[in-house]
């Protein structure tokens, strides 16, 4: 099993009759409204955005938020009541669908024929009745944001593409102009494998049996494409465990490795000039590991250099090499993923955070 579920496993289960006055226990943890971040780049936090009544939408992790074309927040969480939640900007909610998704992980909005689809990713980790946590194949499922379903991806052993030992416990999908999209296979076997846009296999590509390591990919959570040059498209996929982003063309040939030590990044997100980045766990400065109920986000430039870390030390370069990142403050638990919408206000999902909804950053 990933390491990085293992914490996750032993914690949860300690908070999983999340009531409200749990819920609460990660508000009390920093002042609201404080203001983080750095540069141009500083937030109000806003604790209170998106509360609900747990006895009626409760939420477990809540992994991923993106925005559609009406400027409507929607979420994914890996509660089987209500895994898709829709909120308008204001944090009220105005829908909730979704029970078939134990192990909803990943949310990724496209458009199709003017219309708005989303690519949901159940990793396949999910919380039996026997109050245990148990792993399975995952799956890939494009819907309708009412949540119809299009059609699903199930196990690449099905078409010949993995040996049936192989694990197929994916994390996210990006989606390119064309409609061929790209599974992060992050909790599986770390490929990254992209389909057309009828779902059909092209190619894979990343794992970790490269002979040039640079191409090796270490927990592949997230993965997004790159269009901020238009004429030179890329593919950005995580590997956490590195601390790093690495660069590929789309059909899967390796560019760059951008190095973000102590910052164990989950899926990048590109919004106009900028890569925003929820970071799972930081360091500890006194042992150098990662410790839990830690985290920040993380803002890169058109550069890929980090210009502002939100519950996070400043960014440091000494001769062009960003130093040791580390958390400050106690603003965040797990920052998960990192949702921007039109006037530049973060959303940021948490996972492991004690049954807590997102929290909102109001750009200052």
Not at 1 to 28: D, E, H, I, P, W
Not at 40 to 51: A, L, P, Q
Not at 181 to 210: C, E, K, M, P, T
Request: aromatic residues 12%; contains cysteine; charged residues 20%.
């Amino acid at each position: 099993m990933n390491s990085n579920r293992r914490t996750f496993l032993k914690q949860s289960t300690a908070v999983v009759a999340g009531s409200l006055a749990v819920n609460l226990v990660g508000y009390a943890r920093n002042q609201d409204h404080e203001i983080i971040g750095h540069g141009n780049y500083r937030y109000r936090v806003n604790k209170e955005w998106g509360v609900l009544d747990p006895a009626k939408t409760p939420v477990f992790n809540c992994h991923e938020m993106v925005s559609d074309s009406k400027g409507r927040l929607i979420m994914i969480n890996d509660e089987v009541k209500n895994n898709v939640l829709i909120y308008d900007r204001s944090g009220k909610l105005l829908d909730s669908w979704g029970t078939r998704y134990p192990g909803g992980h990943g949310l990724t909005l496209a458009k199709e024929g003017g219309d708005d689809v989303l690519f949901i990713t159940d990793c396949g980790y999910f919380f039996g009745r026997d109050s245990k946590w148990h792993a399975q194949s995952g799956g890939i499922f494009k819907t309708t944001v009412e949540g119809s379903l299009i059609f699903s991806i199930g196990h690449p052993s099905t078409i010949g593409v993995y040996k049936p030992e192989q694990k197929f416990m994916p994390t996210e999908v990006a989606v390119a102009p064309n409609g061929d999209f790209y599974v992060a296979d992050g909790y599986g076997s770390d490929y990254i494998i992209q389909y057309n846009h009828q779902g059909q296999y092209i190619r894979h590509f990343g794992g970790h049996a490269n002979a040039n390591p640079d191409h090796n990919l270490n927990n592949a959570h997230g993965v997004a494409v790159d269009l901020r040059q238009p004429n030179n498209p890329k593919l950005i996929c995580t590997s956490r465990e590195d601390n790093s982003f690495k660069f590929f063309t789309l059909d899967g040939k390796y560019l760059e490795t951008v190095r973000l030590p102590g910052a164990y990044v989950c899926r990048p997100v590109v919004h106009n000039e900028n890569i925003y980045a929820g970071v799972c766990w930081s360091k500890s400065r006194e042992t150098g590991k990662r410790f839990d109920n830690s985290g920040f986000v993380t803002i890169l430039d058109k550069n890929n250099r980090v210009i502002s870390n939100p519950g996070g030390t400043a960014p440091v370069y000494k001769n062009g090499a960003l130093q040791q990142l580390f958390q400050e403050g106690n603003t965040f638990y797990h920052g998960h993923d990192v949702c921007v919408d039109e006037d530049q206000n973060l959303y940021i999902c948490q996972w492991n955070a004690n049954r807590t909804y997102p929290i909102m950053l109001e750009r200052v």
